[in-house]
């Protein structure tokens, strides 16, 4: 019975669609095929809900629908955007916005629609001539003294979706109280309202000016420009996976000094579909097939991988024993922030009022590299909104010298306000020619890392929950382990469970402290008493629940990596039946 109300509820939202004038010919074909289907799947999929504007704008997959991302959902994003920006810079002749957008399909579509909706609200556009990184959009913000900011990226997700991401006049993601004005001004817009007629005159194109002051800008983090210099042909393989990499990567890399740079042919090719892989993600090893083919060929130093917006960085090095293995996005946090440290220490350019940043999901081990070098560190919650918000909170008193998450993001400068694989990699080049200059690889830096501050190891897992029954489904899991907590993980006692959604923390005895976070979030997190940390949370951007777990180990020499490696994944599988999740 709920289900036969359900699909008459998605009927009369299609049927709605289908009658209204102010919906275009072929979006009206592709619902009437729907409405006509006797299998309804895609028509609940599709209107069920409305995409919602959530704090990190919009993510869903592109086609008609209420649910779905289209010019009509985009568009009324932009116009409660715009109405926003109006009403909070009331008074202002010369509000303007800088549109950035991805290779992905659609995304050039969606940057020229939401140009239009912004310069008919009266606000002046800067429109990137082609794709750009997203960081490059965050850098343009301040550089051109915008309010405002979008990107039109899906990240790497699947090639089926699209997104769109709003920033503020500091180049971050929008926050509170602004995220929370514009969800509401967007909520407020019907599609009758949103003005799709452009003003070209308020209309400006840019490109290469802002690429020539982006890459400039990047430059300047070099530490040790001097070991460039003398490892200058580093045999670097690189690839953008069809994204905006392509675009200045490459061009990064050279201005920097390294003259031994290898793209990947296949893959330097601007294609929304992906069509050399199955998805664009720099996380998995699949993704690197052919950066791996390439990197074999010529006995390259290192691999490197950007996302179709290219603010992750993934990477590949070869082990001990000749063979390539992927560095993750803990590990990487690990090795840019220890490079960064000791060579930033070695160089005499430390102060004192040095900090950097992790989530809270991200290696506790980069505690004990803060507390060994008497770095300030914050934690802060996942996506690096947060992490810009703690530059924002202490800029003009404090030096930002490094933050990174897990999901391989990593920002090393304060004039960008988003994670950035620019910089990450032209970063990680210098830190491969520093430790060639020593006659080490990138491995040995890492091995290094565990002998010097301990071993952890790391694992997401992620559960897949796919439209309405799955989003209920996550709701119910997340429900269910705050009524339910475990009492113990692989036969090691909790000895503490913090939940951000209450921002309580609660310790064996049942004493209770208050989390001293900026506001409440779905996330829990319990510890044991012999070091292991289990961190879940639902995925903002996809149909999933995450499960972050962090083990501790002991390494006696670089030689037992391998071993302290796999007592570690069995401790993991033993945590996993702890949790239910075989």
Same mark, same amino acid.
Not at 137 to 158: D, E, K, V, W, Y
Not at 298 to 310: E, K, Q, V, Y
């Given at each position: 019975?709920?289900?036969?109300?359900?699909?008459?509820?998605?009927?009369?939202?299609?049927?709605? %669609?289908?009658?209204?004038?102010?919906? $275009?010919?072929?979006?009206?074909?592709?619902?009437?095929?729907?409405?006509?289907?006797?299998?309804?799947?895609?028509?609940?999929?599709?209107?069920?809900?409305?995409?919602?504007? /959530?704090?990190?704008?919009?993510?869903?997959?592109? /086609?008609?629908?209420?649910?779905?991302?289209?010019?009509?959902?985009?568009?009324?994003?932009?116009?409660?955007?715009?109405?926003?920006?109006?009403?909070?810079?009331?008074?202002?002749?010369?509000?303007?916005?800088?549109?950035?957008?991805?290779? =992905?399909?659609?995304?050039?579509?969606?940057?020229?629609?939401?140009?239009?909706?912004?310069?008919?609200?009266?606000?002046?556009?800067?429109?990137?001539?082609?794709? =750009?990184?997203?960081?490059?959009?965050?850098?343009?913000?301040?550089?051109?003294?915008?309010?405002?900011?979008?990107?039109?990226?899906?990240?790497?997700?699947?090639?089926? @979706?699209?997104?769109?991401?709003?920033?503020?006049?500091?180049?971050?993601?929008?926050?509170?109280?602004?995220?929370? +004005?514009?969800?509401?001004?967007?909520?407020?817009?019907?599609?009758?309202?949103?003005?799709?007629?452009?003003?070209?005159?308020?209309?400006?194109?840019?490109?290469?000016?802002?690429?020539?002051?982006?890459?400039?800008?990047?430059?300047?983090?070099?530490?040790?420009?001097?070991?460039?210099? !003398?490892?200058?042909?580093?045999?670097?393989? @690189?690839?953008?996976?069809?994204?905006? /990499?392509?675009?200045?990567?490459? =061009?990064?890399?050279?201005?920097?000094?390294?003259?031994?740079?290898?793209?990947?042919?296949?893959?330097?090719?601007?294609?929304?579909?992906?069509?050399?892989?199955?998805?664009?993600?720099?996380?998995?090893?699949?993704?690197?097939?052919?950066?791996?083919?390439?990197?074999?060929?010529?006995?390259?130093?290192?691999?490197?991988?950007? $996302?179709? $917006?290219?603010?992750?960085?993934?990477?590949?090095?070869?082990?001990?024993?000749?063979? %390539?293995?992927?560095?993750?996005?803990?590990?990487?946090?690990?090795?840019?922030?220890?490079?960064?440290?000791?060579?930033?220490?070695?160089?005499?350019?430390?102060?004192?009022?040095?900090?950097?940043?992790?989530?809270?999901?991200?290696?506790?081990?980069?505690?004990?590299?803060?507390?060994?070098?008497?770095?300030?560190?914050?934690?802060?919650?996942?996506?690096?909104?947060?992490?810009? =918000?703690?530059? !924002?909170?202490?800029?003009?008193?404090?030096?930002?010298?490094?933050?990174?998450?897990?999901?391989?993001?990593?920002?090393?400068?304060?004039?960008?306000?988003?994670?950035?694989?620019?910089?990450?990699?032209?970063?990680?080049?210098?830190?491969?020619? %520093?430790?060639?200059?020593? /006659?080490?690889?990138?491995?040995?830096?890492?091995?290094?890392?565990?002998?010097?501050? +301990?071993?952890?190891?790391?694992?997401?897992?992620?559960?897949?929950?796919?439209?309405?029954? +799955?989003?209920?489904?996550?709701?119910?899991?997340?429900?269910?382990? !705050?009524?339910?907590?475990?009492?113990?993980?692989?036969?090691?006692?909790?000895?503490?469970? !913090?939940?951000?959604?209450?921002?309580?923390?609660?310790?064996?005895?049942?004493?209770?402290?208050?989390?001293?976070?900026?506001?409440?979030?779905?996330?829990?997190? %319990?510890?044991?008493?012999?070091?292991?940390?289990?961190?879940?949370?639902?995925?903002?951007?996809?149909?999933?629940?995450?499960?972050?777990?962090?083990?501790?180990?002991?390494?006696?020499?670089?030689?037992?990596?391998?071993?302290?490696?796999?007592?570690?994944?069995?401790?993991?599988?033993?945590?996993?039946?702890?949790?239910?999740?075989?």
């Amino acid at each position: 019975m709920e289900n036969k109300e359900l699909i008459l509820q998605c009927e009369q939202k299609a049927s709605e %669609w289908l009658n209204s004038p102010l919906y $275009d010919e072929a979006t009206k074909k592709e619902v009437k095929q729907m409405l006509e289907n006797t299998d309804k799947t895609e028509l609940i999929d599709s209107f069920y809900r409305s995409l919602e504007f /959530g704090t990190g704008g919009l993510r869903g997959i592109m /086609g008609p629908g209420t649910n779905r991302m289209n010019i009509y959902t985009v568009g009324a994003a932009t116009q409660g955007l715009a109405n926003y920006l109006n009403k909070s810079f009331a008074g202002k002749t010369d509000i303007s916005v800088v549109i950035g957008y991805d290779c =992905r399909n659609n995304s050039q579509l969606f940057a020229e629609t939401c140009a239009n909706i912004f310069s008919a609200n009266g606000i002046h556009v800067y429109l990137f001539d082609d794709m =750009r990184p997203t960081p490059e959009m965050s850098f343009a913000i301040r550089h051109l003294h915008c309010q405002s900011g979008i990107i039109l990226t899906a990240s790497h997700n699947p090639k089926e @979706y699209n997104g769109y991401k709003a920033y503020w006049d500091d180049g971050a993601q929008v926050l509170a109280p602004h995220d929370k +004005g514009i969800i509401d001004e967007v909520n407020k817009v019907n599609v009758a309202d949103i003005k799709f007629e452009g003003n070209k005159e308020l209309i400006t194109v840019v490109g290469e000016d802002i690429d020539k002051a982006y890459l400039d800008a990047v430059h300047t983090i070099s530490i040790d420009p001097a070991c460039i210099k !003398r490892q200058k042909d580093l045999s670097i393989v @690189y690839t953008p996976i069809h994204g905006t /990499g392509m675009k200045l990567i490459p =061009r990064s890399l050279q201005l920097w000094g390294f003259e031994n740079v290898h793209c990947v042919p296949e893959q330097m090719v601007k294609d929304g579909n992906f069509p050399t892989v199955i998805s664009p993600n720099p996380e998995n090893a699949e993704a690197l097939t052919l950066a791996l083919k390439l990197a074999k060929d010529i006995n390259a130093d290192i691999i490197m991988a950007s $996302d179709p $917006d290219a603010d992750r960085v993934g990477m590949a090095c070869k082990d001990s024993k000749g063979e %390539w293995i992927l560095i993750n996005g803990n590990q990487t946090c690990m090795i840019f922030l220890y490079y960064i440290i000791k060579n930033r220490i070695a160089q005499g350019q430390m102060k004192g009022n040095e900090f950097i940043v992790k989530t809270i999901v991200t290696t506790a081990l980069i505690k004990e590299i803060a507390r060994k070098n008497r770095i300030e560190l914050y934690d802060c919650y996942t996506g690096f909104k947060w992490i810009a =918000r703690q530059i !924002r909170l202490n800029e003009g008193i404090k030096k930002y010298i490094g933050g990174g998450e897990e999901s391989y993001g990593f920002l090393a400068e304060d004039f960008v306000r988003d994670k950035d694989a620019v910089s990450a990699c032209s970063l990680l080049a210098e830190i491969c020619a %520093w430790a060639k200059d020593q /006659g080490k690889t990138l491995y040995d830096v890492l091995m290094d890392i565990y002998m010097e501050y +301990g071993f952890a190891y790391n694992k997401a897992i992620s559960v897949v929950k796919p439209g309405k029954s +799955g989003a209920d489904e996550i709701k119910a899991m997340m429900e269910d382990f !705050r009524s339910n907590p475990v009492k113990e993980l692989a036969g090691s006692p909790l000895v503490e469970v !913090r939940d951000y959604k209450t921002l309580n923390a609660i310790n064996a005895q049942g004493t209770v402290s208050v989390i001293d976070m900026p506001e409440p979030s779905n996330v829990i997190q %319990w510890f044991t008493a012999d070091g292991t940390i289990v961190s879940i949370r639902p995925s903002g951007t996809e149909p999933k629940i995450k499960f972050y777990v962090e083990t501790t180990g002991t390494m006696a020499s670089a030689d037992g990596y391998a071993t302290a490696v796999k007592e570690a994944e069995a401790k993991v599988e033993a945590i996993r039946k702890s949790i239910g999740l075989e």
